[in-house]
């Protein structure tokens, strides 16, 4: 699934009027929403950076 995608299918659902909702399928594969800065470790106090797909998503929830 490319970014137009995701995005495509957002509009849909807007435009549909179903309700939404964000997910994070695995850390370190996409679709995800935060970039793996934990050097393969759990992630605690890791710096929280969107993606592509979590800013995609962020914009789309600040429009709703």
Known sequence: MTLADAEALMQLTRTL???WTAWNLHM???PDMLVDL????CG???PLQLTAWGSLVKTYLQQA
Not at 38 to 41: A, E, K, L, M, V
């Open 44 to 46: 605690i106090g890791m």
């Open 17 to 19: 009027g179903l309700p």
């Open 38 to 41: 934990s050097s393969n470790g």
């Open 28 to 30: 370190r594969c996409p």
